[in-house]
């Protein structure tokens, strides 16, 4: 039978989550609610009495200092003044405290339950029309592809809360009439069947198959569809590209995109501390002589498009696995995300069908981050977050993770005979076709034909599988793991056993529930799962250990040394692969592209006497102002190793330049973690933003204190779809800016990702995402004692302009506050940024620098301002003190022009002379003094006051946009 | 002979602060386990051969259901016995973050022994009652907070976790469900008699806060507690994220030469106790 309980909060207590959810309310414009009550509604199947029912409730799921519960028989009855609406789960979807509730209720002794649902009731108060109540539902309470409303007795108790089992027939092998199939019959097949393969690609399967003499079963389909996919075989950075930039320009063959620019700026620079690039899931730099560092950086964007908690939650969790699986298991140790929004001021009417609003992508996103990264006890340590109205139909969700690995354990190897052990959550229905989806366009169709391809995470599972493994890995009780992740068990199995080949029986995989058909199991992306090799005589050992950490894990098969993929459901084989097929077998195709500089409009500046309005523009747009609100709900510092936090100075709000952690509690050595993003710049040209990025995260590190010579790049592309011209055209230019800088720094690319198809189908017309990359640098800090933050010290002390100002206003904050995009995008000229960064490096070591801000969006106005309100003191600044070499010499452009290679420092007095020699040949000047007095004074080329306001007013308004 | 402190962290699903507790304690020259609970329950370790329970920081078990409870459940229900047995011996225990909402969920904070009418045996002083006398929920800010907070220390406490130590320190918390609420005014009122309120929020001079320095709406601004014998301690901010200097938040702003953060002397204390004492 089925027990229903509802907890609520006794009266005269703040009932805090009420309070949230109202304030959503009337962000969305309704007005008329005055009070929301939520009550947590549980439903409890199995053999359980009365009594086994109070006492879950008194001693498990009520805590009576401040609840009450009581037994119902449906949801509660609708009252005079109010309104209730409940929200459940719908049947498949996980329920995310299902499994310790259940663990709950056994711990008490009470064997006979067997299924447990949650919901969450939401008691308004005020007069609401029918649409108002539709709206609250749809917009703030639940998300139609997860959750449902109750809106009958039936749906408040069913009669069971287990998924029914698909009747047991017999089960047949599906063959797929492959060897007869006309040309229009293959490109049915691969969209009706959501393969999202083109015509070349199946009719290659077809000539194998004839080549085999038989068709394939539907399974054999699918797992080639997986391996073939984009997501995760990058054909478009590995395939053939014609490439021209112009109209008339002459064409160019690429061979591989990746092998030419980011993979070669990796093999020319031969860097020894590169420990193990590109091949394993995450990049591998050495650390110190115990450990190395990993570091990989994953987009989840399609995922968070249409469920943003559950999209960024897994997203989170899958990158940390890249971690799990890197070599021989890395420990997580740091987190970093990076998301692009449309702006949260976006009005409704603009929001296309099928697309959430950017507040609600935004909060989804958010806490999505939050809970996974929490939970798992691992600090999510920097981040950026940009807005921009191009991203309306298509959030970027950038989820990062850096590991320790002990020195040795950087490699695997599958051994012939090895067990097939999977570990791990279960396997259920969840992300069908994610690899093949993420490998299209959305459309507002794709929130209902893909929603098995969004899922909610479970960061408790992940958390033990982490301490499970880890200790596995220090006893050497596998030789080789990986993740699932895209393509599931197809994938990861499929490229353990890609040179031994492996024989697998699907119904061995632990299920969620019942009636799964075998491609399902094989294919299905359920979190929390990871594949390790195992042998024989370790086995026994393996499967000890993590069950006492309470973790499933499984035999699944075996890797055999046939060569062949072969698995079986039920005795029956029901495919048989060839995996050198399956891996090489994709054709090559020649892709065009073609760059063409876009036509820009030159800026046009106007004759402000004041400045200090643009200033406060600036610190009030989006992309500049505080993040406080959403880093503060992010634990950054659990594991302890935090050395420069994202908030720093004397009230712990002024926003820090790379983060730095040490890794080994009480060790001096630590790691820098930094990124550079900008897509304005992008949209002027992707080669200058390629190189302003690696430059924007390069020199964030040398703002700590990091080491130029330390220095690992990972690149993030998110574009359109490949397969239109102007799309692959920017995207070939954009590597090549990468090729570039990377290698004029000196600093290797060790692993990356990309994110194609980002476009939005919406009433006929294709919506692309501008071309953005992400780039992610680590940096080695060889003694933490000796790092520099951004606050202003002291007053009294000398601030320099290190690095020249050149007229380069495009693509500025500047400009954007003005509507305008401008032509002159800031360009990387590498000698003197090379120069500049060592002379900077030599500083610190020495000592001479008391505080350090890199200039980037919003040019040395912002940079200056952050500095003094972060250390609650102020400047007096001299325009025509700063270094500059542009034609126009005007106040505006020097003071925000977002020009590379850049630092504000702040210098003793003392030290000034130590430090001037130490910068001598790179261009520095002193433009101001600290002040104790909070005022923020800037004197314009005449020596005229352009800008003067106190600082606390400029932090306010720095903090207002995103409070 | 000198004793040598042995220190087990406890662990299980979700647990998340036990390397750093860990470090803290070994520091001071304890030989610290991190167990799980498992290995507990099935005898395979045993909780008499150590001298200090340490419940650290985390999400144990997702804090599904309200934050700490499944663990507390199993705490009382299957280590019952084992915990009375260390308490009476006079042995430590330390809560952080989760693991003093862990405590006060499985009655053994504040420890107070109200257990009438629960059908268990009448408790000791400072021993489990099986019945709360207090909770930690939800922040009035209804969200996680990660920030720093002052800290006033009670001067006149039987807490033996935090003599010697400054009048006021700075911590981080990292919660969302840390405002405690007694269960009414009685169990406030022998709290306040008894001296086992050891933390309150205040703020950066010692002056009553308001949020955020209170960052959850505690009644009368209460951080931490302990039992009426003073071994037991359960706090929600982490004196183990300020062990060392530069975990400090504006370190780079301090003229500090001192290795240690604010929250060391915690550890210190508790290791101190052991070899006086026991």
Redesign the interface.
């Given at each position: 039978m089925i027990w229903r309980v509802e907890i609520k909060q006794k009266s005269g207590l703040l009932d805090s989550a009420g309070q949230a959810v109202l304030k959503d309310i009337a962000d969305l414009g309704i007005k008329t609610v005055s009070k929301v009550c939520v009550v947590a509604v549980y439903l409890l199947e199995g053999n359980v009495s009365r009594e086994e029912a109070k006492r879950i409730c008194e001693e498990l799921l009520v805590d009576s200092i401040v609840e009450e519960y009581a037994f119902t028989l449906s949801a509660s009855k609708q009252s005079q003044d109010h309104h209730i609406i409940e929200i459940a789960y719908n049947p498949g979807v996980m329920d995310p405290v299902e499994a310790s509730t259940i663990k709950g209720i056994r711990d008490l002794g009470v064997l006979g339950i067997e299924a447990v649902r949650t919901a969450k009731q939401y008691h308004l108060y005020g007069v609401l029309g029918e649409k108002d109540i539709e709206q609250i539902t749809s917009r703030v309470l639940m998300n139609k592809l997860i959750q449902h409303a109750i809106k009958s007795q039936a749906q408040s108790i069913p009669t069971t809360l287990m998924l029914a089992a698909a009747p047991k027939t017999k089960f047949d092998v599906v063959v797929v009439e492959l060897l007869k199939a006309t040309d229009k019959d293959l490109i049915r097949l691969s969209s009706q069947g959501q393969l999202y393969l083109n015509l070349n690609e199946m009719k290659a399967i077809q000539a194998h198959f004839k080549k085999e003499g038989r068709n394939p079963t539907d399974i054999e389909l699918e797992t080639v569809a997986q391996t073939w996919s984009e997501h995760c075989n990058h054909k478009t950075f590995r395939g053939i590209i014609r490439y021209r930039e112009g109209k008339k320009g002459k064409a160019k063959i690429i061979r591989s995109l990746f092998k030419t620019t980011i993979a070669k700026v990796t093999y020319d620079l031969k860097k020894k501390w590169c420990v193990s690039v590109f091949h394993d899931n995450a990049g591998v730099i050495a650390f110190d002589k115990d450990f190395h560092v990993c570091f990989k950086v994953e987009t989840h964007n399609h995922p968070s498009a249409l469920e943003p908690f559950g999209g960024a939650n897994t997203g989170l969790g899958g990158v940390i696995r890249d971690t799990l699986g890197t070599g021989l298991a890395a420990k997580p140790l740091a987190n970093t995300d990076v998301f692009c929004f449309a702006p949260p001021t976006t009005p409704e009417g603009d929001i296309p069908t099928g697309a959430l609003h950017p507040k609600r992508v935004m909060k989804g996103v958010v806490s999505g981050v939050r809970d996974y990264g929490n939970k798992m006890g691992i600090p999510t340590v920097n981040g950026a977050i940009l807005f921009d109205p191009h991203f309306i139909g298509n959030p970027l969700v950038f989820c990062g993770n850096v590991g320790l690995i002990p020195v040795g354990k950087e490699k695997k190897k599958v051994q012939k005979g090895d067990l097939i052990v999977a570990v791990g959550g279960k396997t259920g229905r969840d992300g069908i076709h994610g690899a093949t989806f993420s490998s299209g366009e959305l459309t507002s169709e794709s929130e209902t034909v893909s929603s098995g391809a969004v899922q909610i995470g479970n960061p408790i599972e992940e958390k033990k599988v982490l301490d499970a493994l880890l200790k596995a890995r220090d006893k050497n009780l596998y030789t080789a793991l990986t993740d699932c992740g895209a393509g599931g068990f197809s994938s990861a199995v499929g490229e353990m056993g890609l040179e031994t080949g492996a024989r697998v029986d699907l119904d061995k995989a632990p299920l969620k529930y019942q009636g799964l058909n075998y491609t399902e199991i094989w294919i299905s992306e359920s979190q929390e799962r990871m594949v390790l090799s195992v042998s024989p005589s370790k086995i026994d050992e393996l499967l000890q250990l993590f069950a006492v950490e309470n973790v499933e894990a499984v035999v699944l098969g075996e890797f055999t040394g046939s060569g062949r993929l072969q698995l079986y459901f039920q005795g029956h084989q029901v495919c048989d692969l060839d995996m050198h097929f399956l891996h090489d077998g994709l054709p090559k195709i020649t892709k065009e592209a073609l760059y063409l500089a876009p036509t820009l409009k030159a800026d046009k500046l106007f004759n402000e006497k004041d400045l200090t309005n643009d200033l406060c523009d600036a610190l009030s747009h989006f992309n500049v102002a505080s993040k406080e609100s959403v880093i503060r709900v992010y634990d950054h510092e659990v594991q302890g190793t935090s050395v420069i936090k994202p908030l720093v100075g004397i009230h712990t709000d002024g926003p820090s330049d790379a983060a730095v952690i040490s890794p080994r509690l009480g060790f001096k050595r630590g790691v820098a973690i930094s990124n550079g993003i900008n897509i304005r710049f992008g949209m002027i040209d992707p080669l200058w933003m390629a190189a302003s990025c690696i430059d924007e995260a390069i020199r964030q590190i040398i703002a700590v204190g990091g080491t130029l010579d330390r220095i690992a790049l990972l690149d993030n592309f998110c574009w359109g779809n490949p397969d239109k011209e102007d799309r692959l055209g920017s995207l070939v230019r954009c590597a090549q800016g990468c090729y570039q800088a990377a290698k004029a720094f000196g600093t290797p690319f060790i692993s990356g990702k990309d994110s194609l198809y980002n476009e939005y189908a919406h009433k006929g017309k294709s919506l692309a995402i501008p071309g953005t990359i992400l780039i992610s640098a680590i940096g080695i800090v060889e003694d933490t004692s000796k790092v520099v933050t951004m606050d202003l010290k002291k007053p009294g002390n000398s601030i320099y302009a290190v690095g020249s100002t050149f007229d380069e206003l495009g693509g500025s904050i500047y400009l954007a506050n003005k509507d305008q995009l401008g032509q002159n995008v800031p360009v990387v000229r590498y000698k003197t940024a090379m120069k500049t960064y060592q002379a900077i490096e030599k500083a610190v070591k020495s000592g001479l620098i008391t505080s350090m801000h890199d200039i980037s969006e919003g040019g040395i106005a912002v940079a200056l301002a952050e500095m003094a309100f972060a250390g609650a003191l102020g400047v007096t600044a001299m325009t025509k003190d700063v270094p500059y070499q542009g034609k126009r010499r005007r106040e505006d452009v020097i003071l925000f022009s977002e020009s590379n290679s850049r630092f504000l420092v702040e210098v003793d007095p003392r030290r000034e002379k130590a430090f001037k020699a130490t910068l001598k040949g790179v261009a520095h000047a002193k433009v101001g003094i600290v002040e104790a007095t909070p005022e923020l004074i800037v004197y314009g080329l005449k020596d005229q006051v352009i800008m003067n306001s106190n600082i606390f007013d400029l932090k306010t308004i720095w903090q207002a946009p995103l409070k | 002979m000198i004793k040598i402190p042995k220190v087990l962290v406890l662990?299980t699903?979700?647990?998340?602060?036990n390397?750093?507790t860990a470090?803290a304690f070994s520091?001071f020259g304890a030989v610290v386990d991190q167990v799980?609970i498992?290995?507990l329950v099935s005898g395979q370790k045993n909780l008499k051969d150590y001298h200090i329970l340490a419940l650290p920081?985390?999400?144990s078990?997702?804090?599904?259901?309200?934050s700490g409870?499944?663990l507390a459940?199993?705490l009382r229900?299957?280590l019952g016995a084992d915990l009375q047995t260390f308490m009476a011996d006079g042995k430590l225990i330390l809560g952080i973050c989760n693991g003093f909402q862990i405590l006060v969920?499985a009655g053994i904070l504040p420890g107070l022994g109200s257990n009438e009418g629960t059908g268990l045996p009448a408790g000791r002083q400072g021993l489990p009652a099986g019945r709360?006398e207090?909770?930690l929920?939800?922040?009035?800010?209804?969200?996680?907070?990660?920030?720093?907070v002052n800290l006033s220390v009670a001067q006149h406490t039987p807490c033996v976790w935090t003599k010697n130590m400054d009048t006021q320190i700075y911590l981080?918390v990292?919660h969302g469900e840390g405002k405690f609420?007694?269960?009414d005014s009685v169990i406030l009122d022998t709290l306040k008699k008894q001296g086992q309120i050891v933390f309150h929020y205040c703020t950066s001079n010692g002056m009553v806060p308001s949020y955020p320095d209170n960052p959850n709406?505690s009644t009368e601004h209460i951080a931490g507690i302990c039992d009426p014998t003073g071994r037991v301690l359960g706090l929600m901010p982490?004196p183990?994220?300020h062990?060392?200097n530069?975990?400090h938040?504006?370190w780079?702003?301090l003229d500090k030469k001192d290795k240690l953060g604010e929250g060391a002397r915690i550890f210190e204390n508790g290791i101190n106790y052991v070899k006086d004492h026991l």
């Open positions: - | 662990r699903a979700g647990t998340n602060c390397e750093e470090f520091y799980h498992n290995e920081g985390g999400f078990y997702g804090d599904d259901i309200a409870r499944i459940n199993e229900l299957k969920k709360q207090a909770t929920f939800h922040n009035d800010s209804a969200k996680f907070e990660a920030r720093w981080p990292a609420i007694p269960k709406g982490h183990e994220r062990f060392l530069h975990q938040p504006f780079t702003r």
